[in-house]
């Protein structure tokens, strides 16, 4: 008899937060802080939101890239991936509301992998199809670039 797979599940996270600036984390059996920098009243004890938005989308983009590689034949590797985030910081300074704070977003994957560029260009287009933090981005209206290029 084959398991089916759940098609919607429910996630779950929780945060004690002992500052205006530091959340600890709860998800699953897991523990991490996110924290502003000393500069701006934090402890400095882990990346900032915003910082954690944009390590999200480059962990989704490793995830759901290795699965489409895996699914196409690919052999991609190990990925590096450098992200650079264009931010209006606006929002958050509470000067103005923001409708798009995260302006652009640009990676760059480099695969260590035997694949040659048509074959990543391949899982490119389909990673794009279907990361979700990637989609939440651009619905969000971020420009989203992601280069994928050979070691």
Same mark, same amino acid.
């Given at each position: 008899m084959?398991?089916?797979?759940?098609?919607?599940?429910?996630l779950r996270v929780s945060a004690?937060?002992?500052?205006?600036?530091?959340? !600890?984390?709860?998800?699953?059996? %897991?523990?991490?802080? +996110?924290?502003? *920098?000393e500069a701006r009243g934090g402890t400095n004890l882990g990346p900032t939101p915003?910082?954690?938005?944009?390590?999200?989308?480059?962990?989704?983009?490793?995830?759901?890239?290795?699965?489409?590689a895996e699914s196409l034949g690919v052999d991609i590797g190990r990925l590096t991936i450098n992200?650079?985030?264009?931010? !209006?910081?606006?929002?958050?300074? %509470?000067?103005e509301? +923001?409708?798009? *704070?995260?302006?652009?977003?640009?990676?760059?994957?480099i695969a260590s992998g035997a694949a040659d560029q048509e074959a990543?260009?391949?899982?490119?287009?389909?990673?794009?199809k279907y990361c979700p933090l990637s989609k939440l981005f651009r619905a969000a209206g971020t420009k989203v670039e992601v280069t994928w290029q050979r070691a």
């Open positions: 084959a398991i089916r797979m759940k098609t919607s599940v429910k004690d937060c002992p500052s205006h600036s530091r959340a !600890d984390v709860n998800v699953r059996d %897991l523990n991490f802080t +996110i924290d502003e *920098p915003t910082e954690t938005a944009i390590a999200a989308l480059v962990g989704c983009v490793n995830v759901i890239g290795s699965k489409c992200a650079e985030c264009e931010f !209006d910081r606006r929002g958050v300074t %509470l000067r509301e +923001i409708e798009v *704070p995260f302006t652009s977003e640009a990676l760059e994957v990543l260009n391949r899982v490119a287009a389909e990673t794009e």
